[in-house]
């Protein structure tokens, strides 16, 4: 025995030395793929040699000759510190994810090549301008000088991910950068959610003002009434209709949600215009953007072109040039139509139109699984557009018998020439030349606020528009009947009719993605626009003000912590809360006492969110069944709307049960779920409840944060102030694993200082780098969450000071 254990013994410790050195082997292998802080290497195609200082924080400034040379570098920069995040942000524009992730992104991969981004990228690179298509051939070949390049003895081509899945990425293409475009686009372009969710609320026989009362309009809107769904499509009975559900996508699309404004020289301390913007995208690890300085030559003059870039891309969609900055929110577009199609009964392969019967165009699609066997299926495209697969949203559920639903959106525009728009604002003189930039704005639509070094200000949201007829009561809020001609779009907005404010007299513009319409403007944009409260809270700090503005304002508006709606729900929730048993005073007083501020270190808004999400639930899950799964997120105006009495019948009874319920009733057992929740999760004691431990920013990287043994690494999660509803982006989706974790917030934050444009500052949620193991990786994570930020300089004297490395990209074959 003693024999056989020394055996055991002595086995053991080989297995544990062999697998120790297949650890250091492994973490060395991962460490070598670390990028060096200085070199040299060769890329074909570069005029002349291009110098990249990184600074401190991992932010390279580019010197090259020209805007080409610029991209080659830029390319190459993105590809050594954010090539996993363009791969998959390029293989979800083709739809082909489940060749890395296997069966569980099927239906999205089904969802995405139906849409066809691939093709409409495609043929929207073959429309740019030669300029725009060069720049583009130039960032790829930048991509590819990366994957291409020699490597030392130890050194691995690929980073971890790649590695780790053993996936080999293919040369870059340079549609591929338009891609990238579209498929930001399909994560903020988001009406045909609201119109899907209209007409489910229709099937299970909600009237027009009660889907209103969960849908409600902007207290600035007039819109028709919608006419009755009802009367117009016959839905099937509830019997016959699935309760599971509706099935979505891989990752959530349609939160929009972001801030800017931008103030003349007449309403600062300085004279000079300020401006300040915070786009707000899902977390992810690593961040949306990507920190970079160009400097180069045009036309015999020293440009600068800094801001946060969208890998995949050359574009820095944010930021500043020498002479002026802008910054970009989403306008919540009404740019996608959902159109019922007939099929004909005596022949599938036909639909309705107002000329007869038509044949889709059909195309066999085969979508490769990794370890499974390829799923195919046949994609059919309308007059309109695509028809959406049955899964998507319920719709099979939702259409009437012998229907299916095809999508009509701008963004599968062929002639999207958005990227020379982009290129064009880079190097705008004045906002007369931005203004002039944006006409090649394709999609999306951005609400857009500009100044320049002379003081001019403006805001603009350039993009098509489709027009509707006027006698289209629906108006782009529901699904409508694709063989009626009436409610065919009937042409696009012209340019001069979009909307823009130039040199307001009040000196000040803001928007937050709600209804900033000037109050004359006769065009329809949207119905659906963001909860109101953020627009509220953005044009009282920035447009009302009495103070004037200063670097030291726009940064504590970005870090503003109010939230008007949680203070809204507070005071009536407390105003009609059922006393009953077991309720702690205390807790109740200081729940009164609370300034409304989502600070990380206070219990309270940890307790109002808690109590808000388990009332809305108690509130509408009753009356909607599976159909709740479509406001399970979490939304407060219709809760609220409720509260106040503005409704259209009586919400906070349970229909579920004999007896009548009050909204006092159901907020004291929302009140009782909440408590119980917060013990589970916090403890006992109420005072120890901390928000920002429940409220962590979740920078997602995909997949790997899904993946329980390799998740803490992979993942970015400072602790958060903020909220759904302050300027503090921190937005929690209540159909979460962990319902009060922030996974919606600023993706990058700036303000620029036409006083002195170096004086600038931006940052954004993670660092520079891609790599988990590189000390950029999260190091700009902690000073984000505090709202700080660091130099946005273009002085070569500033960005040297402490620089970390050089890089020296020379000429190549």
Known sequence: MRRLLKWLSAGLAVVAIVAVMGVLAGYAALTSTVPAASGAIDIAGLSAPARVVVDAHGIPHIEAADRNDGARALGYLHARDRLWQMHVLRMVAQ??????????????????????????????????????????????????AYL?????????????????????????????????????????????????TRMALA????????????????????????????????????????????????????????????????????????????????????????????????????????????????????????RIGWGLTTTNLDSQDLFVE???????????????????????????????RPVRFTRRL??????????????????????????????????????????????????????????????PMQSMVVADVDGNIALVAPGRVPLRHAANQIEGRAPVPGWLALYDWQGWLDFEALPRIVNPADGALATANGNWMPPDYPHFIAYDWDEPFRQSRVEELVIGAEEKHSARSMAAIQADTFSPALAAFRDQALAQLEQGAGQDAAMLAALRAWDGHMLAERPEPLIVTAWWRHFGEALLKDDLGSDFARFA??????????????????????????????????????????????????????????????????????????????????????????????????RTDFR???????????????????????????????????????????????PWAKVEYVPMTTKRSEYEAGAEGTWMFNPGR
């Not at 099929?343 to 499974?372: C, H, M, S």
């Not at 719709?395 to 728009?421: R, Y």
């Not at 019948?649 to 009782?672: F, K, N």
Request: glycine share 8%.
């Open 148 to 196: 291409g390049r020699r490597t030392g003895l130890f050194e691995t081509t690929l980073p971890p991910e790649f590695l780790i899945l053993g996936v080999t990425p293919q040369p870059w293409e340079p549609w591929q950068s338009v891609a990238i475009l579209k498929v930001m686009a399909l994560t903020l372009d988001s009406n045909m959610e609201d119109e899907i």
């Open 736 to 782: 979460e694993p962990e319902p009060y974790r922030n996974v919606h917030s600023s993706a990058y934050r700036g303000w620029y200082d036409f006083a002195d444009l170096d004086r600038s500052q931006f940052i954004i949620s993670t660092g520079q780098s891609g790599h988990f193991l590189s000390p950029h990786y999260d190091d700009l994570a902690q």
């Open 633 to 730: 997120k979490g939304s407060i105006e219709p809760v609220l709307n409720i509260l106040r009495g503005r409704q259209s019948r009586d919400w906070c009874d349970d229909i579920a049960t004999q007896p009548v319920e009050s909204c006092g009733h159901i907020l004291a057992r929302a009140l009782g779920a909440t408590l119980e929740e917060l013990r589970a999760a916090q403890g006992d004691g109420w005072r120890q409840w901390r928000w920002g431990r429940a409220h962590v920013a979740f920078g997602e990287h995909r997949p790997f944060s899904s993946v329980g043994p390799l998740a803490r690494f992979f993942t970015v999660a400072p602790e958060s102030a903020g909220g759904s509803y302050t300027l503090l982006r921190g």
């Open 382 to 443: 309308t007059r309109h557009g695509p028809v959406l697969p049955d899964k998507y949203r319920g719709l099979a559920d939702i259409l009437p018998v012998g229907h299916v639903a095809a999508l009509q959106w701008v963004s599968l525009a062929a002639d999207d020439t958005t990227v020379d728009g982009a290129r064009a604002i880079g190097v705008a003189r004045s906002v007369d030349d931005f203004l002039a930039a944006v006409r090649k704005v394709v999609a």
């Open 203 to 322: 099937a299970r026989g909600l009237s027009p003002r009660e889907i209103e009362d969960l849908l409600p309009y902007d207290a600035k809107d007039s819109p028709p009434p919608l006419p009755d769904l009802r009367s117009l499509y016959e839905f099937r009975v509830r019997s016959e209709r699935s309760e599971a559900p509706p099935a979505g996508l891989a990752w959530a699309i349609g939160v929009t949600a972001s801030n800017n404004w931008v103030v003349a020289g007449s309403r600062t301390e300085s004279g000079k215009p300020l401006l300040a913007n915070d786009p707000h995208l899902g977390l992810t690890s690593p961040s949306v953007f990507y920190l970079a300085h160009l400097a180069f030559a045009e036309a015999g003059q020293a440009r600068n072109i800094i801001g946060g870039t969208l890998p995949g891309t050359p574009l820095y969609l944010l930021g500043r040039n020498d």
């Open 95 to 144: 739809g082909r994810l489940s060749e890395m992730f296997g069966k569980p992104t099927v239906d999205t991969d089904v969802f995405l090549r139906t849409l066809d981004i691939a093709g409409a990228s495609r043929a929207s690179f073959a429309a740019l301008s030669p300029e725009g298509q060069a720049e583009l051939t130039a960032y790829a070949a930048g991509v590819n």
């Open 342 to 372: 007939r099929l004909n009964p005596d022949n599938a392969n036909q639909y309705l139109t107002p000329q007869g019967w038509r044949d889709f165009e059909r195309e066999e699609i085969e979508v490769v699984v990794k370890g499974e």
